[in-house]
């Protein structure tokens, strides 16, 4: 019997394993983060960031995001060469995981500043402020 390419891949079958397996790098995270917040779509445009990714790496990184489900990448139809990048819905489910780093840091850190328009939560709001985003997400990113 032949393994999935995932079978294949994965260190373990613990699930902090496999997540660090499909989003585990900085650049990833932070590739997941600009297509959250942001109207970054285009190569050209993810690579704008302040952390001034690098070309080889950046590919590299939208290559591993759409093959391991996260990101789907279509024809611009404005420009036929150039490739936009949109979340699928698992990648809009890491919205929640993406906004806790980010409070983390602020948290631990005082030199982290709140990065792009992320959204704030707290105990008493965060239900419906990440379900009014996750369904914003959806319709700027699934519905194109």
């Given at each position: 019997?032949?393994k999935n390419d995932e079978e294949l ?67 611009d139809p404005e420009n036929g060469r ?63």
């Amino acid at each position: 019997m032949k393994k999935n390419d995932e079978e294949l891949c994965r260190r373990s079958a613990c699930a902090i394993s496999m997540a660090l397996d499909a989003i585990g790098d900085k650049w990833s995270l932070l590739i997941l983060r600009d297509l959250m917040f942001t109207d970054k779509r285009s190569y050209g445009e993810l690579q704008s960031s302040d952390e001034k990714i690098a070309t080889n790496i950046l590919a590299a990184r939208l290559q591993s995001l759409e093959a391991n489900g996260l990101v789907r990448k279509t024809a611009d139809p404005e420009n036929g060469r150039r490739c936009l990048y949109y979340l699928t819905e698992k990648g809009i489910d890491l919205l929640p995981v993406v906004i806790e780093l980010r409070q983390w840091m602020e948290k631990h850190s005082p030199l982290a500043e709140g990065c792009t328009n992320a959204l704030k939560l707290n105990d008493k709001n965060r239900k419906e402020v990440l379900a009014a985003y996750k369904k914003k997400l959806k319709a700027a990113h699934l519905i194109k």
